[in-house]
């Protein structure tokens, strides 16, 4: 099926750095979606962006609704040893939700 | 705070049993959907429901079938589990679109292994 395409694939960073991660779609999207999954579990929604140009904060966690609407941004500053997991990016059609390839964070203390 | 909770974290079944996998969320949502995550093929929709005893395949329906006869509650049945339905089977649910939010809201999975 369809997928968003999500870059980068997967990061090793160190603890305290900041991490950008962005989604990209060839088709517009109203509504875009950040989770985040831990091994094991179900994804945990994080974020939902509804505008264009939207800039929304979760804590240590900013994503931005690209002004394009084909695109979406995640940023995670000071990251911690818990950020370890894959985030991925969503977005709803009718009824059937797309969703992106995944970023795997990896955090080193 | 939405809660989607799933009647198993872990499920070993025998090829030809017949598994049922239930999902509970206590929001008021509308649709309901069973997904499948695999390593390498990523999210991939079974079923959805958008009402009470309304239901809509996914993109891999075969092999599956659903219930739901409360808004709360959306079944998935293996008919007659088969080694290659070895999975973590996800639950979530949303409003209707025209309710304004399109967040999808998942379970904690279910590990399904079939020997």
């Known amino acids: 099926g369809q997928q968003l395409n999500q870059s980068p694939q997967s990061m090793f960073i160190q603890e305290g750095e900041d991490v950008s991660m962005n989604c990209t779609s060839s088709?517009?999207?109203?509504?875009w979606l950040w989770y985040k999954q831990d091994p094991g579990e179900g994804p945990v929604l994080l974020i939902a962006?509804?505008?264009?140009?939207e800039l929304t904060s979760n804590g240590r966690l900013t994503a931005q609704f690209g002004i394009t609407r084909k695109d979406s941004f995640l940023n995670i500053s000071a990251s911690i040893p818990s950020d370890v997991g894959i985030y991925f990016c969503?977005?709803?059609?009718?009824?059937?939700?797309?969703f992106g390839t995944g970023t795997r964070l990896k955090v080193l203390a | 705070d939405v809660k989607v909770t799933q009647s198993s974290r872990y499920l070993v079944k025998r090829t030809g049993e017949k598994v049922f996998l239930e999902c509970v969320q206590d929001m008021d949502h509308e649709n309901m959907f069973w997904y499948r995550q695999d390593p390498g093929l990523g999210l991939r929709l079974i079923y959805f429901s958008y009402d009470v005893k309304m239901k809509e395949k996914g993109d891999i329906p075969e092999g599956y079938s659903v219930s739901r006869e409360k808004k709360e509650r959306f079944s998935l049945i293996l008919e007659s589990a088969s080694t290659n339905q070895t999975s973590m089977y996800l639950c979530?649910?949303?409003?209707?679109?025209?309710?304004?939010?399109?967040?999808?809201?998942f379970g904690p999975g279910t590990r399904l292994t079939v020997t």
């Open positions: 969503a977005g709803p059609g009718t009824y059937k939700y797309i």
């Open positions: 979530a649910s949303s409003l209707l679109e025209d309710r304004g939010s399109y967040e999808q809201y």
């Open positions: 088709s517009i999207f109203n509504t």
């Open positions: 962006l509804y505008k264009a140009g």
